[in-house]
């Protein structure tokens, strides 16, 4: 069956300006999650979305940070005025439960370059 | 919030030869634990899982990892590695209680030579 999609797979852009990244999770699933994926940093918890639930932005690095999850399935993450250490690979992930007791489904990622 | 050490950057190894990777995690409550696996050019999959009962859990490919509550500690172990086990390996915690996130170690990559 079709799982987490993830778009673009790949964006390069100059430093100070705007990306949107798109997670389509598996339909059904209630939980979405955004993580950054970094060389030696490991996987870096980003916002977590579980149903109705305000979402736990805890772990949004700075304000240029944001994301939205509309109708409960589609999230987009926004980064305003890019910086070179937001290169990473951003990664959605999502789960029936909050993967609180079910594995999380990983999309394969966007991989933002910062120029 | 509770945080996950993985201790180990990068493991090399020679097939065959026995594995351990470190795990400890921060928090005090009762934790779900877990390791998840990401081979190369591949995205993130679900190795095993410990809820409760058995501390020994068993997962895919022969892999297997022990939770030790006064440790604080979810090791994974592998009797004899495969060059096929050449991947990155992360140690993941989320609370048993509330709405809290699933957190992840920094992941130790493991390099099996022939």
């Known amino acids: 069956g079709a799982g987490v999609s993830q778009s673009p797979s790949n964006k390069v852009t100059e430093k100070g300006k705007d990306v949107e990244l798109r997670c389509d999770p598996i339909s059904g699933h209630t939980a979405l999650y955004w993580y950054r994926q970094s060389l030696g940093q490991g996987l870096e918890f980003l916002i977590y979305f579980q149903g109705n639930s305000a979402p736990d932005k805890s772990g949004l690095p700075s304000d240029r940070f944001s994301a939205e999850r509309t109708g409960g399935s589609v999230s987009t993450l926004t980064i305003q005025r890019t910086q070179q250490e937001d290169s990473a690979v951003y990664l959605c992930?999502?789960?029936?439960?909050?993967?609180?007791?079910?594995?999380?489904?990983f999309g394969n990622g966007t991989r933002l370059t910062v120029t | 919030a509770q945080s996950v050490s993985q201790h180990n950057h990068h493991v090399i190894l020679s097939e065959a030869a026995s594995l351990e990777l470190g795990c400890n995690y921060s928090?005090?409550?009762?934790?779900?634990l877990f390791w998840y696996v990401q081979y190369p050019g591949q995205h993130l999959q679900l190795l095993l899982k410990?809820?409760?009962?058995?501390?020994l859990v068993k997962g895919i490919k022969g892999f297997e990892a022990e939770f030790i509550k006064s440790k604080f500690s979810f090791n994974l172990r592998k009797p004899s590695v495969q060059w096929s086990d050449t991947a990155e390996y992360f140690c993941?915690?989320?609370?048993?209680?509330?709405?809290?996130?699933?957190?992840f170690g920094k992941g130790t990559r493991l390099s099996v030579i022939a």
């Open positions: 928090y005090g409550g009762t934790v779900n």
């Open positions: 993941a915690v989320i609370r048993n209680s509330g709405n809290t996130p699933l957190v």
């Open positions: 410990y809820f409760s009962g058995d501390p």
């Open positions: 992930a999502s789960s029936s439960s909050g993967g609180y007791n079910s594995p999380l489904h």
